[in-house]
């Protein structure tokens, strides 16, 4: 009996280690991420054309290229436009109301182990699309590559970057 | 299983689970993004802010900048524009974020019920409490309120007393352990003069140091090491390249002693006896300065009874040191005495010795306008605990001493305490004394909160906040300040809302004393920025007072058969660093014990007391007993116990509690040493120490050459490195090749590197039992081997060197990794990837410098210190290696902004956190593909200092070069 339980067994759970191992990437991007409100990148970046660092500001200054604060959303959607941002603009109109914040959902994540930071690819004159595919085109923001360490490289390869682990990996 | 769950769905859920259970650390992180509502402006996520602020963990009040990422300080480091830090600070000031951060900080306001347990209290209920108490406390008559405290700045020390004025109470008392009364006792006596002097000691050729330990605790130790290591340094004196000439007298080797000359080994109380020794070789061999003003015939008779023989036959000490030191004192052009004795008569003898060598408003300088002492006198001391135990008080507030801990138990303050209907505690982490409070506040550290320093003419600190508070806390300034403004009608009494105001006021006030015509705002706006008002102080001229000869001190006498000596601990002082994990775990640099106490004992002592290495022995003084292991050691004098001060907590957290013994409870008021008795009691302790070896068994791995063979330009013979044996083609190093410059000869031991490692790096401290493991995580350490025997005459006393990784450019390491996890980075760093590296340790086996650490343990900061992390620095798993990286994350900030600024990286511009730390600069970092850089320019102009650890050895072709330990070579000139 044990001799046929064990190596089943056995084979079962690093069967299924690596399976999990392999699909269960808790870092690549997500698709078919549910935002708290109906955004639309195709509007904005799209129609509108602005430009990404008009809300991403700190792209250009720092690792996180950062999520526009509320206070840029009421900038344009100020109670003067009718059919703003009701949730949003409502708590700058009304003082009565706690501050408004939006917990919008990640597309990206990377693991601790990698310090990325977008402030030299900025300036290095990567456009975001490249990373972040045409946004632009996107009601609702869906990865189109996937940012793994092999996507990286292709890219410092081509460029002539540095390709020292160092850099990133610290 | 029988029922519904077949054998190979639970074979599938036992695996899924498994497997799931299998591959910790891949929960993703945050899944969501929460933007600001207004942004700061003043804040970028990922960029660091730097705030100016002041140290507060010790009385040397240094100037620091806090690094500040999204909202919480991760790091300290020493502000370069405050005269007294000059941009750095010891491991003490590093390790402050941990008191900040400690997870045994109280959380909120607790009342002690009857029962004797704690109950939580929101802070309105508290503060009812407490100003219902103090309502009645005023009501009931004058002085039934009381306050002692640690000083806390000018403006804090303002307020507390306008707020116990309120109270109708004039009771403030400004009290700590080691406030060493005496040296200012003694500065009245001989100059009339209620603040002590600054010292020079870069001024001077000699230096004596009786029992002042500069380099570790005494005074303003950053300070002191800079201006050691300056007069260390090999530099022309009349005409000849020389170091300075120092001694060191006191009963224990330390590290101060050890970075000196000579160590003149000495019963505590003997200290006094040796200066008037020298003084009398002064004074017969004509070496008092015609300058100074002295009668050499009153001198005559003052010394009579010191002849160096005399002394010798009391003392022990050989009278043929006394002579040398005299002569190195009286002979050389500037001289300093320094006295951190328990004594006044060594701090009188040490100020004689500095006035008739003419060496006052040289080496040693009063000040104009110098602060008065922000201690109260011991009378006041007594007298508050007299009406403690008089029950004449209703209310006594504590704040940031720990009386019960740290008194000595003939004070009885614990009895008095108990005489005092209300006693309320306002601290960080709860000690002994709060055990014996009833309402306990938990009070803003001092990074959370305003407050100014003035520790000395000239030097004006502002501490402002640098984040918003950790925990439920408030600040105590505040408290009083609403308190004392509920209490009083009209708002002229306490004419401040808040300690932001109060320091405001004060720095107006400071505006007008020196007269700027700025406007106030932009003044302390730009004070702020500063981290203070620094301003040239007035040096002032000063008479001895002659009446100092009348009283002679009394000769010494042979003193007891055994003598405890107790000393403040370098990292944990007079205990209020035993809370923070880093200075626990951090070796004390000579004795190199972690995590406890331990008794210094002689090897020779040892024999006549029947003791064995590491057994408990039992110490018994007229106040006290004490338990623990004895450490068997030269590094004391015969007939000496030592032990260091800091451990033996009955409460302070969890780090704290419960190891090592309390040196205050052998004392008597005032003393730090006394008779003794000692008995072995057969059992045996376990002290734990990272040191392998004393001996460095032949090998280079720190070396030292005379000043005299500098000055002639003779380098040691040094073996050659065999070879070449190139197996592979050279690196090529096509921008940078990072290296260090280390002077040895600066290094003073102190360990500000290590504690800024462990800052920087986000490394695990892994606790007593780890350590014995041989598992200790420092990058960094200080290493320290004794001279062998015979070769004493030409060495120095001790061999100090920082120790860290020294990125070889044939690096054993880097081949040996079946992963390619340590590699060589492309700018000379040997590289070690977290996320690639499988645990085999090959590398670790095969370093020879065992700088690699190895992660055994998931390392754990229990919250909140973990909000102390480096978001820049990736925390290692368990199973992971990991080493120095010259602070890479540090290189590639910098490097990223000479990008963006499209300008090539500038020397200077990139230096790791021990380099950055180093009261004494011994670090230098910089790129040696730049012979233009200050660290390459420093190795080539001491080229015949410079040396790499066991490259001859092993041909690894180090990074970092060494530059010589310079000694004096015994009995040559």
Redesign the interface.
């Known amino acids: 009996m044990n001799r046929i339980l064990i190596p089943?067994?056995l084979a079962?759970?690093v069967?299924?280690?690596t399976?999990?191992?392999f699909s269960?990437r808790?870092?690549a991007p997500r698709q078919d991420v549910e935002q708290p409100i109906p955004f639309s990148h195709r509007i904005h970046a799209g129609v509108n054309k602005i430009p990404c660092q008009y809300c991403h500001e700190?792209a250009?200054?720092?690792?996180?290229s950062?999520?526009?604060?509320?206070?840029r959303c009421v900038g344009c959607h100020g109670d003067a436009l009718v059919g703003g941002l009701q949730p949003v603009t409502r708590?700058w109109t009304d003082h009565a109301q706690p501050?408004?914040?939006?917990?919008?959902?990640?597309v990206y994540?990377l693991?601790?182990?990698?310090?990325f930071?977008h402030?030299?690819h900025i300036?290095?004159g990567v456009a975001c699309q490249e990373c972040h595919g045409p946004v632009e085109t996107m009601d609702r923001v869906e990865p189109v590559h996937e940012i793994n360490m092999g996507f990286c490289l292709s890219c410092h390869e081509k460029r002539g970057a540095?390709q020292?682990?160092?850099?990133c990996?610290? | 299983m029988s029922e519904g769950l077949s054998r190979r769905s639970f074979l599938k859920i036992a695996s899924a689970a498994g497997a799931a259970a299998a591959i910790p650390g891949c929960e993703p992180v945050g899944r969501e993004l929460i933007p600001y509502v207004v942004p700061d402006e003043n804040v970028i996520p990922g960029v660091p802010s730097f705030y100016a602020t002041v140290c507060s963990e010790c009385s040397a009040g240094c100037g620091v900048i806090a690094r500040v990422r999204e909202g919480r300080v991760i790091k300290l480091e020493g502000n370069p524009k405050d005269p007294i830090s000059l941009g750095r600070l010891c491991a003490r000031g590093q390790a402050a974020l941990q008191g900040l951060y400690n997870p045994d900080r109280l959380a909120h306001p607790f009342v002690r019920r009857d029962d004797g347990r704690l109950r939580r209290v929101s802070w309105d209920v508290a503060t009812r409490e407490l100003l219902g108490r103090l309502e009645t406390a005023a009501k009931a008559g004058k002085d039934r309120v009381a306050y002692l405290a640690r000083p806390q700045g000018p403006t804090f020390d303002k307020v507390a007393k306008t707020w116990l004025s309120a109270w109708n109470s004039t009771k403030a008392v400004f009290w700590e352990p080691l406030a060493r009364p005496v040296a200012r006792q003694a500065a009245q006596e001989c100059f009339g003069r209620s603040d002590v002097p600054v010292y020079h000691l870069d001024q001077a050729e000699a230096l004596i140091s009786f029992g002042a330990d500069f380099n570790e605790t005494w005074e303003s130790p950053v300070e002191m090491a800079r201006q050691y290591a300056a007069f260390r340094a090999p530099k022309e004196r009349r005409g000849k390249l020389s170091i300075g000439r120092s001694a060191y007298v006191g009963p224990r080797m330390n590290v101060t002693a050890a970075k000196c000359d000579e160590w003149i080994a000495v019963k505590p109380g003997h200290e006094a006896a040796i200066a008037m020794s020298v003084l009398y070789v002064l004074v017969r061999q004509g070496w008092v300065s015609p300058n100074s003003g002295f009668d050499i015939g009153t001198l005559k008779s003052f010394v009579q009874g010191y002849e160096p023989d005399t002394i010798s036959q009391q003392t022990g000490v050989p009278a043929e040191a006394i002579v040398r030191m005299g002569q190195m004192f009286g002979q050389a052009e500037g001289a300093v005495a320094l006295a951190g004795t328990d004594d006044k008569e060594t701090h009188v003898a040490a100020f004689i010795l500095n006035a008739v060598t003419g060496n006052l408003g040289k080496t040693v300088v009063f000040l104009e306008d110098a602060p008065a002492s922000p201690y109260s006198p011991q009378a006041d001391v007594d007298g508050l605990i007299q009406a403690m135990s008089q029950k004449q008080l209703d209310v006594l507030v504590v704040s940031g001493v720990n009386p019960v801990y740290s008194m000595p138990p003939a004070a009885k303050f614990n009895d008095a305490l108990r005489q005092v209907p209300l006693v309320v505690w306002c601290g960080l982490v709860p000690d002994e004394t709060a055990e014996h409070a009833h309402l306990l506040l938990p009070v803003h550290h001092p990074l959370e909160a305003w407050r100014d320093i003035a520790p000395r003419a000239g030097v004006n600190g502002i501490g402002q906040p640098v984040m918003q508070p950790v925990f439920e806390s408030r600040d105590l300034g505040d408290l009083m300040l609403t308190t004392a403004r509920a209490a009083s009608a009209d708002s002229k009494t306490v004419p401040w809302e808040s300690m932001a105001d109060a320091v405001n006021a004060s720095f107006q006030a400071i505006q007008k004393q020196i007269g700027d015509k700025n406007k106030p705002e932009d003044f302390f706006a730009q004070a702020l920025r500063d981290g203070g008002v620094y301003a040239e102080a007035k040096a002032v001229e000063v008479k001895f007072n002659a009446s100092v000869f009348q009283n002679k001190p009394k000769p010494p006498g042979a003193g007891p058969d055994l003598a405890l000596a107790v000393y403040p601990h370098l990292f944990l002082y007079d205990g209020r660093g035993a809370d923070k994990p880093w200075l626990q775990e951090t070796p004390e640099p000579v004795d190199q014990i972690v995590w406890d106490s331990w008794a210094s004992v002689h090897p020779e002592t040892a024999k006549t007391l029947g003791i064995s290495s590491e057994e408990v022995i039992e110490i018994q003084t007229d106040q006290g007993m004490a338990a623990l292991p004895a450490l068997i050691t030269e590094h004391v004098r015969p007939g000496v116990i030592a032990v260091p001060l800091g451990q033996g907590h009955s409460a302070y957290g969890r780090y704290a509690k419960g190891r090592g013994v309390n040196g205050f409870s052998l004392l008597a008021p005032g003393a730090l040493s006394a008779t003794v008795k000692v008995r072995a009691t057969g059992a045996k302790g376990q002290l734990v120490t990272p040191l392998f070896s004393e001996d460095m068994m032949g090998r280079n791995i720190v070396e030292a050459m005379s000043i005299e063979d500098l000055a002639r330009g003779v380098a040691p013979e040094r073996e050659k490195a065999p070879g070449p044996y190139e197996m592979y083609s050279a690196f090529k190093y096509p921008t940078h090749k990072w290296g260090m410059t280390i002077d040895v000869n600066a290094c003073v031991g102190c360990s500000a590197c290590v504690a800024a490692c462990y800052a920087e790096n986000n490394l695990a401290f892994v606790g007593k039992d780890g350590v014995a493991s041989g598992r200790i995580m420092s990058w960094m350490r200080i290493e320290r081997y004794a001279p062998p025997k015979d070769q004493a005459d030409k060495a120095p006393l001790l061999y100090i060197t920082p120790m860290l990784c020294q990125q070889c450019s044939h690096a054993p390491c880097e081949p040996v990794c079946p992963v390619f996890a340590a590699y060589h980075t492309q700018e000379g760093i040997n590289g070690q990837n977290y996320n690639r590296c499988v645990g085999t340790r090959y590398c670790e086996n095969n370093c020879p410098y065992k700088v690699r650490r190895f992660n055994w343990y998931k390392p754990e900061w229990p919250a909140p210190l973990h909000l102390q992390l480096n978001p820049d620095v990736t925390v290692r798993g368990a199973g992971v290696m990991e080493k120095c990286t010259f602070c890479i994350q540090r290189i590639v900030y910098a490097e990223i902004n000479a990008k963006t600024e499209n300008r090539p990286l500038r020397d200077g511009e990139t230096v790791p956190a021990c380099a950055q730390t180093c009261p004494t600069n011994a670090i230098t970092f910089g790129d040696q593909n730049d012979p233009q850089s200050e660290m390459m320019r420093r190795r080539k102009d001491n080229e015949l200092r410079a040396y790499r650890v066991l490259n001859a050895e092993f041909n690894t072709l180090p990074s970092i070069t060494y530059l010589r330990e310079l000694y004096h070579e015994k009995g040559r000139a």
């Open positions: 089943v067994a079962t759970f069967g299924g280690l399976v999990l191992a269960q808790p870092w700190y250009r200054r720092s690792q996180t950062g999520v526009p604060p509320v206070q708590p501050p408004f914040e939006i917990r919008w959902n990640r994540t693991p601790d182990f990698v310090k930071t402030q030299p300036w290095a540095t020292d682990c160092f850099v990996h610290h």
